[in-house]
């Protein structure tokens, strides 16, 4: 830690408490105290800039600029130094600043004779309120220490800003001139819905009011007593209802929960009140430094921690100052539409569930712990919204549309008419399917199709009986892992395949071995540098040569079944002899379990996923060799055009309902009937009502999808002939159009199918 209760910075930070306490008007206040960080730090240059309406950052105090550019001098964010500071909310320390490419010579200032510069944003409830930065003629370069203690010093500007003694509130509510006007952003969907409601800022700072206490012990005594009442309302809040199920969550929560009690903060958090500091300057200043060292970490498990870390800082101030209760969301609306930089899985818990309509936030990727957090709420959830809380302000209407990755902010009244028409539409389909939930899918000529489930968080497994599926058709066992801090012990796998066969309640579980590498990261396993990851080291090219891990994966599987049927897949198998590699390791396994005497599955099926279009080519002696196949469409349809699914530019150039891609499935299909080898599909296709009736059109007979889809694709088995869709679909074979999708839809209505 370094140490901002060095006697230069603690006699700084004692002038600033002067300074602020002392009589005056706040702009007076203001000039006093740019003159005592100037003489403090040896600068010659001090200045606040205070972000105005309209994106604007005006000069407002100085000490060493030309005094009449104060009020006058006025610069974009994003526009020089101080507006790279604005934009980015990170400080700049530079030794020769005119090197940087955003340095902008304002010459009413007179600041082209200095030459080093140190500016940190002034930040207060998640949002960039100014900037504090100081210069020098020579070049110089400015110590850890001094940067630390400006940052203590924005603490105490940012409160000053808030008392809208400076600029009005109502200015700094909204933070963009044009801000009434609609807009919409975009982001990266990381849980799907459609929801309308209030943007409410999700507050994450408590002010200090002092940084120094009169005593130490005093100090002392109070952090021990909010840290043990904040881990007591941790408990309590971990214990709610709506998180009673089973799940990943839990995992996530639990972590949290040992983070919140981790020696090394404690101590360090003690420490710092013994320095003299008061608590919650003591809590700040810890988490500031956690912060410099692990922001823009490239790790994303230590990224994961420091959220965890801020949250908990946060929270503790929360405690500090008596503000803990969740009375603080007592005034909050019943349509909350969540905004946030980024927020720990335990503060989203903070907010009653129900009130949460939709989370927008500026980070967060689909694996964040939040992330997960909020899926198992059924929270929709968009992340990675440039400028977010620059854009929305609180109280503006706003309609979320994860499904496209959009936010409409004070949308027009027709948008609000047609998105609530979507919304109630919904509503009444999903009652419709519910209440479906217990009739077979079969069809119109008597068909009876497979509805199973893709699942990845046990709140997924445990909707089985909910959506009345026959099982689960693929679990993919990665995601367990990406939601752990470590590699699960074979103990600690068993355990969690066991419960997920009892939650299946007898239905079969097809358990996809790890299919890591590519765009889902163990946190704890070292990454690749693969230039193309979905083609570079993963699945079972991974387990092969890695054999260990797949061995206690087995182990681990073998034991959970205990002696009950198993079913288990290999994901991205591209030729026959991977397949035989894996199962050698499997057998391996198998002969281990029965020396030890353990029960062995009661009848094993093993299965391969056809995801690489080169193994089409094989199929005949790979059929000979599995129980069965499951198609991963996904990754075929990506390998077949050779274009990224998670690449925009041409993730729709190309499409699944094209006359290629039903033509190769339509050979697969018929390479399991001649070998009588029972087939699926569980890619995406299988979930879209359109897409489902093409594969069953083509002869799949068992298909599989996430929980949310099975209501919509069963009211469409329903509804079909698969006799008369067959017969259709033959005369589009050798088909040179781009896609059969518009002949489909044509079809679909002309024959009543619900799609
Ligand atoms: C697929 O590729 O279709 C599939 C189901 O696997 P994942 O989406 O997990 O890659
Ligand atoms: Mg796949």
């Not at 009005?168 to 929801?195: K, Y």
């Not at 509805?451 to 909910?466: D, Y």
């Not at 290629?660 to 009502?689: F, N, T």
Request: hydrophobic letters at 45%; one cysteine or more; glycine letters at 8%.
């Amino acid at each position: 830690m370094s140490d901002v209760t060095a006697p230069g910075s603690r006699r700084l930070l004692r002038r600033v408490k002067l300074v602020m306490s002392g009589e005056g008007t706040a702009a007076q206040r203001l000039d006093a105290l740019v003159e005592a960080i100037a003489n403090e730090l040896l600068c010659e240059v001090c200045t606040v800039y205070v972000l105005r309406a309209g994106e604007v950052l005006e000069l407002f105090a100085t000490q060493g600029l030309n005094r009449d550019a104060v009020h006058k001098t006025r610069l974009r964010v994003g526009e020089g130094l101080v507006g790279n500071i604005a934009a980015n909310a990170r400080p700049l320390n530079l030794q020769e600043a005119q090197c940087h490419s955003d340095f902008a010579y304002r010459p009413e200032t007179g600041e082209e004779a200095f030459r080093s510069f140190l500016g940190v944003p002034i930040i207060r409830t998640g949002r960039v309120r100014g900037v504090l930065a100081v210069q020098n003629k020579v070049p110089r370069q400015y110590t850890e220490e001094e940067q630390e203690a400006l940052e203590m010093i924005v603490l105490v500007l940012a409160e000053l800003i808030a008392s809208g003694e400076l600029i009005g509130a109502g200015e700094q509510t909204r933070a963009e001139g044009n801000a009434i006007l609609p807009t919409r952003l975009t982001g990266v969907r990381i849980n799907s819905g459609i929801a309308m409601g209030e943007a409410v800022l999700h507050q994450n700072r408590v002010s200090i009011r002092q940084l120094f206490g009169d005593d130490p012990e005093a100090e002392k005594k109070r952090l021990s007593t909010a840290l043990s009442a904040m881990h007591e309302s941790l408990d309590a809040l971990f214990a709610a209802d709506e998180l009673s199920g089973k799940g990943e969550h839990h995992d996530v929560l639990e972590t949290y929960r040992l983070v919140a009690r981790d020696a090394g903060w404690i101590k360090r958090l003690h420490e710092a009140t013994a320095s003299g500091l008061t608590a919650e300057a003591a809590v700040q200043n810890v988490h500031d430094d956690m912060h410099s060292r692990l922001t823009g970490a490239a790790n994303p498990y230590l990224r994961e921690r420091l959220h965890d870390f801020t949250d908990l800082a946060n929270r503790l101030m929360a405690h500090l100052s008596g503000e803990h209760a969740t009375s603080a969301f007592e005034e909050l609306p019943d349509n909350v539409v969540l905004l946030a930089r980024n927020m720990g899985p335990a503060e989203l818990l903070d907010y009653e569930a129900h009130r949460i309509r939709a989370l927008l936030l500026e980070e967060a990727s689909a694996n964040s712990h939040v992330a997960i957090v909020a899926r198992a709420l059924d929270i929709p959830v968009i992340g990675r919204i440039e400028n977010l809380l620059s854009r929305i302000d609180p109280h503006d209407p706003v309609i979320v549309d994860a499904e496209n990755s959009q936010v409409f902010v004070r949308p027009t009244e027709d948008i609000q008419q047609v998105v609530l028409r979507t919304i109630t539409d919904r509503e009444k389909q999903r009652r419709v399917h519910a209440a479906m939930r217990t009739q077979p899918p079969v069809t119109l000529d008597d068909k009876r199709v497979s509805l199973n489930l893709n699942a990845g968080l046990m709140i997924e497994v445990s909707q089985v009986e909910e959506t009345g599926v026959d099982g689960i058709g693929l679990f993919r066992t990665e995601i367990p892992f990406m939601v752990r801090s470590e590699l699960p012990s074979v103990a600690a796998q068993r355990a969690l395949y066991s419960s997920i066969l009892e939650q299946a309640k007898g239905r079969p579980v097809n358990f996809r071995t790890l299919d890591i590498g590519g765009d889902k990261q163990l946190p704890y396993l070292h990454g690749t540098t693969d230039q193309n990851p979905n083609m570079g080291w993963r699945a079972i090219r991974m387990a092969l040569d890695r054999p260990l891990m797949l061995r206690h994966q087995l182990r681990a599987l073998i034991q959970a079944a205990d002696g009950r049927s198993l079913a288990i897949m290999f994901p991205m198998v591209a030729e026959v002899a991977e397949l035989e590699a894996a199962r050698a390791i499997l057998d391996k396994e198998l002969e281990r379990e029965r020396n030890r005497g353990g029960r062995l599955p009661a009848a094993l099926s093993i299965g391969a996923m056809l995801e690489v279009p080169g193994l089409v080519w094989q199929l005949p002696a790979l059929l000979k060799r599995v129980d069965f196949l499951s198609v991963g469409s996904n990754d075929l349809f990506q390998f077949l055009f050779a274009a990224d699914r998670g690449n925009p530019l041409v993730a729709e150039r190309y499409d699944v309902l094209s006359p290629g891609m039903l033509e190769l499935l339509r050979k697969i299909v018929e390479d399991c009937y001649k070998e009588q080898v029972p087939l699926s599909l569980c890619g995406e296709m299988a979930g879209d009502p359109l897409e489902a009736m093409a594969l069953i059109g083509l002869g799949f007979r068992t298909i599989s999808m996430s929980p949310t889809q099975v209501g919509k694709v069963r009211a469409m088995v329903c509804s079909l002939d698969i006799g008369n869709l067959a017969s259709y679909m033959n005369t589009l074979t050798g088909s040179p159009e781009h896609s059969l999708r518009s002949k489909l839809e044509f079809y679909a209505r002309d024959h009543g199918v619900m799609i």
